[in-house]
């Protein structure tokens, strides 16, 4: 039985990463990976802040809107004070109009009904005010949250032409991918620079 011919294949091993080396696929695919692997970390930080500042944006207007109903009994309150004021001023025209003495507590009354008014104003707007507060922060979460998710796609793009650049070892590919990922990173950096 004929032995079978022995193949050195440390020796083929050897040659073969000469030739990758000579053409310059070794390092050309090394330097595409790392900087693929870094903008898709950079991608996965940018898509955890895009979710974060949405869902406490989300959570802000959630407040906003728990102000505004509140808000909003505080000023049916009021109006409802207003009418009971108004009753009990009219109950005391009323009795002064038919010659009489109004009852002593009908003034009394319209005077508490006043100055109760005044504290369920007061306390109105006071949430009113914390409403708006939170409805500016949420508006500008949001505006955080865009800049976030777009450089997500940024870095999504970025990524894929990278794997590209990888299949092809088409440098101009790996540029526009590493273009792509320095505008996502602006985008990125955007939030943090806006304070």
Known sequence: MP????IDTDKLRETIDDEMEKQGGGALLRKISLSTALIA???AV???RAGDTVNEAL????????????ASDQWALYQAKGIKGAVARAVSQTWLAVGKTSPSNAEAQAIRYDHEQVDIQTKA????KERDRKTEDAALLLTRHHAFANAVALFQVAIALGAIAALTKVRLVWGASLLLGGVGLVFFALPFLRG
Do not use: V
Request: proline share 4%.
């Open 3 to 6: 032995e079978a011919p022995e």
């Open 41 to 43: 970390a950079l991608g």
């Open 46 to 48: 940018a898509a955890l």
């Open 59 to 70: 959570a802000l207007k959630t407040d906003a809107a728990t102000l505004q109903g509140q």
């Open 125 to 128: 707007r006071e949430l009113e």
